[in-house]
């Protein structure tokens, strides 16, 4: 049976994913074979596993920090956000259908069973297992059916480390108030304190860690910094959806559309030394871009009515007929196109049919069955010819075009279409093989008549890979590794 540690948070956006995916590259550090798992994800970023099955991209990061592929069974329930009270439920990768908060609060008694099959199956594959938990344990009015924060770690009998984030400042009231409002079995269950995103002088904080440690009589387990680590993020609150950097010699607009799903397929432009990644919420920020991208998105129809709200509509084709690359991404490249069908009323603009921005000659009805496939290929447009593309389709939808394919993929199918300077495509991670990363840059260089030079494509997976790395200097650094393994041994 695996030794466990669960890591949770006083709220949202501590930093519960990126600790987890230290911990499992300093335990595969350690000569350890190291699952990651969460038992219930809320994200619009997923993945699809070698086998087809559909988990969030934080559960990805994870397993790659642990030197392992991503497996269904390192997060058996996702939720994929429809609207503000709604969600898509899939359980060991499956879509089984579209519920109302309500409506899943109920649901979760189901899903125990499936929790915990998952769990076990790894606990015997695997030596260690990472758990995290999501939002904060003391949500005590979901405290009822939960199967992610303390009902997750009694039901797998797991110690817990709780996480507060001090950047957003109050991390002694955050760790305190969120101890008081649990039970008194949940507060025996926390062994351990992580204050993170320290930045400043730690003897002054020295003081206020000793009198917490003597208020409550539970330790600090570390004091992690703010890390400077390229990873990619969760969900759409990530820091890298609100540009602050230097500007580089290219720029990218990446439409910020209100429901954006899957914004990590740009994370390998953004890391380029030659590009500027903008996700924009204004259409006047297209202006100055040298490519514009329409990324996916969960609900189409809901933001193509959005783009045509905010005129983003006419900068868009603006941009197109200016001859700047215009590149449609999954849900984007349907926007692209001549008309959307969406007869079930799945993609949050009602039933019916309705107009795209016609700049490809493609027609997309939606349908209820998804196609989750790995896919590998070669782009056919004429600037990018030969580059070799390695993603994953994720979509209900069926395109049908007229125009020549974006993409020719191993299996002889055809993807996308590409009409002059415009292209749409239904891969995520288009980008991460390199290939194409440095063929856009080649292009744009071109375009603006700077200088190029060729360089070597970087792979993603070898570039996170080395900031998985940086990631577990910083935390094995800052956390007390001995003071964990005691308390994974049951030895504290």
Known sequence: MAKRIMIQGTMS??????????????????????????????????????????????????????????????????????????????????????????????????????IMEAFNSLSEDFDV?????????????LRDNDIVNMGLAELVNSPVLLVG???????????????????????????????????GDMELLRPGLKMFEDKLGIPITGVVPYMDIDIDDEDSMAPRLVYRGQQKPLEVAVVRLPRISNFTDFA?????????????????????????IIPGTKSVISDLKWLEENKFDEAIKKAAYDGKPVLGVCGGYHILGETLNDPYGTEGGGEGVFKGLGLLP?????????????????????????????????????????GRPFCILNDGRKDGTVVNN??????????????????????????????YKEEKPVNRAEYLDRQYDILADYVRAALDMDDIYSVMEGQR
């Open 268 to 292: 390998p432009l953004e890391t380029h030394p030659k590009v500027t990644v903008r996700y924009c919420t204004r259409p006047n920020e297209l202006e100055r871009a040298d490519m514009v």
């Open 129 to 141: 297992v990472v758990i995290e938990g999501a939002g904060s344990p003391a949500e005590i009015n």
């Open 422 to 451: 415009v292209c749409g495509t239904h891969l995520h991670g288009l980008f991460d093989t390199g290939e194409m990363t440095e063929a856009v840059v080649k292009l744009l260089s071109t375009m603006k008549r700077i200088h």
């Open 362 to 402: 493609a027609k997309t009805v939606y349908g209820t069955q998804k196609t989750r496939l790995r896919c590998q290929g070669t782009v056919a447009v004429k600037a990018f010819e030969g580059v070799k593309v390695d993603g994953y389709e994720i979509r209900t939808s069926i395109t049908e075009t007229t």
């Open 165 to 199: 984030d001090i950047d957003r400042g109050g991390v002694f009231a955050q760790l305190y108030g969120t101890v008081a409002l649990l039970e008194k079995k949940e507060q025996r269950r926390i062994e351990g304190f992580i204050i993170n995103k320290f930045r």
């Open 13 to 114: 956006g501590v930093g519960k994913s990126l600790l987890c995916a230290g911990l499992c590259r300093i335990f595969m550090q350690d000569g350890y074979k190291v699952a990651p798992f969460k038992s219930q994800n809320m994200s619009l970023n997923s993945y699809v596993t070698d086998n087809g099955k559909e988990i969030s991209r934080a559960q990805v990061i994870q397993a790659q920090a642990a030197g392992v592929k991503p497996d269904v069974r390192m997060n058996p329930i996702m939720l994929k956000p429809l609207s503000e009270y709604g969600s898509e439920v899939l359980v060991n990768g499956d879509v089984v259908g579209n519920m109302r908060a309500d409506e899943y609060f109920e649901y979760k008694k189901v899903l125990v069973p499936h």
